[in-house]
Nanobody, 118 residues
Framework: QVQLVESGGGLVQAGGSLRLSCAAS????????MGWYRQAPGQQRELVAQ?????????ADSVKGRFTISRDNAKNTVTVYLQMNILKPEDTGVYYC??????????WGQGTQVTVSS
């Protein structure tokens, strides 16, 4: 099993910045890719950014140039960060950390609220 714990959400004005963190524990050696998804009220959950074990990244078009995903591999934990700059009201939503194992099991964090006021 893999446990994911997110932190760093909050309320920020448009144009501001936030950094989300996701700490993974448990069977971290089995983690392949990690990433962030978000879900706005009444909308489907969508991919924001993802990073592979090797450090390759992928971003949603709507966040390219504003968000940066990074990954820190330590001995007993893996932490993924999402640096969010030039935030817009449409970035508002619940942000979920995601991990996929080498056996294609999906793991989700509990979610953290990001609210961007105009």
């Amino acid at each position: 099993q893999v446990q994911l714990v997110e932190s760093g959400g909050g309320l920020v004005q448009a144009g501001g910045s936030l950094r989300l963190s996701c700490a993974a524990s448990g069977r971290i050696f089995a983690i392949n890719g990690m990433g962030w998804y978000r879900q706005a009220p009444g909308q489907q959950r969508e991919l924001v950014a993802q990073i592979t074990r090797g450090g390759n990244t992928n971003y949603a078009d709507s966040v390219k140039g504003r968000f940066t995903i990074s990954r820190d591999n330590a001995k007993n934990t893996v932490t993924v960060y999402l640096q969010m700059n030039i935030l817009k009201p449409e970035d508002t939503g619940v942000y979920y950390c995601h991990a996929i194992s080498t056996q294609a099991f999906n793991y989700w964090g509990q979610g953290t609220q990001v609210t961007v006021s105009s």
